[in-house]
């Protein structure tokens, strides 16, 4: 008995007081690719990496079971949109931290006053990636001097190497290490 997954300050566990279970739990990965029209013999689909990895859960409440099931839907309601590591059985799930999508309600069950007995929680986690400074394309122009010349780049040109300097990275060493095979 104990904790089966966590994520943030939220805890899917069973003890003696609390049966909080983790259920249909479904993830998958998916390459991101688009279509080139280019007719010069280049391959027609590009690889452009992987798509954000995500993850969908439930979970069964029973106010029988220890379990407040109207505040747990209410307070999971106001955790959409924050983003934490995603743990199972202790160990990370995935190389970082999941924004939470969204939370859903379905299959509750009332008493006579309105109290919920019992409902079913489904939830749908993204892999969470903060914007950078280094990544985001910053509207500047830079000069340089060309035959006496001076020249400005376009907007273009300079999305266009930031495009290509993220398509070169690689990850560092810790990332690594902290890599999951799942």
């Known amino acids: 008995m ?25 993830t998958g990965f998916k390459l991101k690719t688009d279509a080139n029209a280019d007719t010069s013999g280049t391959s027609p689909t590009n690889t452009r990496g992987r798509e954000l990895e995500q993850i969908t859960c439930s979970t069964y409440l029973l106010a029988s079971a220890g379990v407040d099931v109207r505040g747990e839907f209410d307070s999971w309601r106001k955790l959409v949109g924050e983003a934490h590591p995603f743990f199972i059985g202790g160990v990370s799930f995935g190389a970082g931290n999941f924004q939470l999508e969204s939370v859903d309600i379905s299959e509750a069950q009332l008493d006579t006053n309105g109290n919920f007995l019992a409902s079913a929680l489904s939830f749908t986690f993204t892999e969470y990636i903060p914007a950078s400074a280094s990544a985001t394309a910053k509207a500047t122009t830079k000069s340089s001097k060309s035959s006496g010349k001076s020249a400005t780049k376009s907007m273009t040109e300079t999305i266009a190497e930031k495009k290509k300097e993220a398509m070169n990275a690689t990850a560092s060493t810790d990332d690594k290490k902290k890599k999951s095979p799942y």
């Not at 966590?6 to 049966?19: A, D, H, L, M, R």
């Open 2 to 26: 104990g904790v089966i997954a966590s994520w943030g300050t939220k805890k899917f566990e069973v003890n003696p007081k609390k049966i909080y279970p983790f259920r249909d739990f479904s």
